[in-house]
């Protein structure tokens, strides 16, 4: 079947400006995540989603990243007034937690290539 | 906190020959184990993982690892590399009350020579 999906797969902009990156996971995945690669920090968590519940927001770096997920589908991670640190690879992954069929593992997506310029 | 160490920026080795990538970690509960491989302008790819049960795992493209409480290792192992297994290979940990949150280590690049 299809894998995770992300768009656009590169995005340059203007330091200040505001991005939306988006990710579709895999049909019938339950948790989606998002993290950061960079070669300074290498891969970083950056929030996740399980279901209904609340999302873990822990790895957001600042108050400037925001994700939401909506219809426990599409998820979009907002950057605003970004910054030429946020340069970086975004990648989106998902799972299948769900009672018996647990299985933990992510599946990512290709990224999405941001660099504020 | 949790933590994962991957010692070694680099490994080579001639193909045919045994390869070996290694991770150890830190963590104040039990340890869910993961190993991913990236190659050149590609997301992750899962490998294999350990979860609880055998302490050896077996994956995909023909890896293994065994998970070793005592040394909190959990290297990446195959009997014979390919040269097609040249990439950036990354070890994870979570923990089963904040699953979802992988932290990863630092990545290896595997080098195999023909």
């Known amino acids: 079947g299809a894998g995770v999906s992300q768009s656009p797969s590169n995005k340059v902009t203007e330091k200040g400006k505001d991005v939306e990156l988006r990710c579709d996971p895999i049909?019938?995945?339950?948790?989606l995540y998002w993290y950061r690669q960079s070669l300074g920090q290498g891969l970083e968590f950056l929030i996740y989603f399980q279901g209904n519940s609340a999302p873990d927001k822990s790895g957001l770096p600042s108050d400037r990243f925001s994700a939401e997920r909506t219809g426990g589908s599409v998820s979009t991670l907002t950057i605003q007034r970004t910054q030429q640190e946020d340069s970086a690879v975004y990648l989106c992954a998902s799972s299948l937690n769900r009672g018996a069929g647990s299985s933990y593992e992510q599946y990512f997506g290709p990224g999405t290539r941001l660099t504020v310029t | 906190a949790q933590s994962v160490a991957q010692p070694e920026d680099q490994v080579n080795v001639a193909e045919g020959n045994p390869l070996t990538v290694k991770c150890t970690y830190s963590v104040s509960g039990n340890p869910y184990l993961f190993w991913y491989v990236q190659y050149p302008n590609r997301g992750l790819q899962f490998l294999l993982k350990y979860i609880t049960g055998d302490n050896l795992v077996k994956g995909s493209y023909g890896f293994e690892a065994e998970f070793n409480k005592s040394q909190t290792s959990f290297h990446l192992k195959k009997p014979s590399a390919l040269v097609s297994d040249s990439a950036l290979y990354f070890c994870?940990?979570?923990?089963?009350?904040?699953?979802?949150?992988?932290?990863f280590g630092a990545g290896t690049q595997v080098v195999v020579t023909p």
């Open positions: 994870a940990v979570s923990l089963f009350d904040s699953w979802g949150k992988l932290q």
């Open positions: 049909s019938g995945h339950t948790a």
